[in-house]
């Protein structure tokens, strides 16, 4: 009987679904990131000890964004990567005994839930582990192991800087502090202001398309995030994320934006490699920058790091934002203007700022009338 395959996000830019390979034990030596893995799926009472929660509901994101909760001897196939994120879990490919030194089978875990492979070495006492595996194989075809990057499209030109189409950069201070949501606020307000191409983009972090799929979802035209340039994670030497993040960009000029909306994962001080992000659109043109953090003090922080870039945020919002009293802390610690864009005022003053500061011109808006706006 053929195999049933369960295919995590990670291959979603792959043809694993439609073209037959065979999976193959390979030596350790021969590993690297990005490499597409086979899993069998361990239940949980089959597990080997581990520290930490037990699992309630492990589940894999599927290529389609929807979430299918494994089922016993379930054979996933998933990406090696690595993961830092600083509220939830840490893991790395690297970390996986393989062979086990006691002879026993090789263990994986998923790091992020969209099959990223590797060992966890430490999670939040408030985060749920996801699903442990045991090592079937790499994937081959044609005797060699296949990967991300052989899928990686190639109709485009890499390019060390970003697009010069008007930019709304959302970096943060933390994950978790409001940025997605930011991001496909901007992206709504800007479809609603007639913008024909919007393209929303996630720079950094670990690959996951409920993100992208939210910026879709808000009105973008077109989505992309650096699993499109062969990455599961930007976690990886500099260098790497460097040469990635300029594939991204040309990848990102050839679907000719009217605007974009790019959110930079996690923090710019974080091993995500955001820093090269920020590096990138320092000099950007036409640029909007959004602060999103969850404290005052954060704020802080984030505007020292910014400012040796020459970057002083447009505005504050995120969850700092959601009050009156986060805002007005906020404002009086940092001089920053703030938003918590969850109101029709608040997305109405967003609006003019765009539109003073990119140029263009709002064709509708929610508001009955015009009136003088915060950012005027």
Known sequence: MEKRYI?????????????????????????????????????????????????????????????????????????????????????????????????GPTLMDDIDGAGLFGKMTSISPHFSRQGQFEYAGHVIRNGSKVGMKDFAPRDYQPSSNPPKAPTILVVGTSMSCGKSCTARVAIHCLKDMGVPTVLGAKLTGAGYLNDILGFQDAGADVVLDFVDVGLPSTVVPQEEYRTRLHHLFGLMESRHPDVMVVEAGASPCESYNGRLVVEAFSQHPNLIVILCATDAYSVLGAKQYLEAFGIVPDLVSGIVANTSAGRGLVEKMSGFRTSSLNTDESIEDFARLVSKRLGITPQKFHASESREGTFA
Not at 11 to 30: A, C, G, H
Not at 36 to 58: E, F, I, M, N, Q
């Open 7 to 103: 295919y995590g996000s990670l291959t979603r830019i792959s043809d694993l679904e439609l073209y037959p390979f065979e999976v193959e034990n390979i030596d350790k030596k021969l590993w690297d990131t990005g490499d597409y893995v086979v899993g069998k799926y361990l239940c949980p009472k089959h597990r080997h000890t581990y520290s930490g929660p037990v699992a309630t509901g492990d589940f894999c994101e599927l290529p389609s964004g929807r979430h299918r909760y494994y089922m016993p001897g379930d054979q996933v196939i998933g990406v090696l990567g690595n993961r830092n994120a600083t509220q939830e879990l840490c893991g790395e490919w690297q970390g996986i005994q393989h062979p086990d030194p006691d002879g």
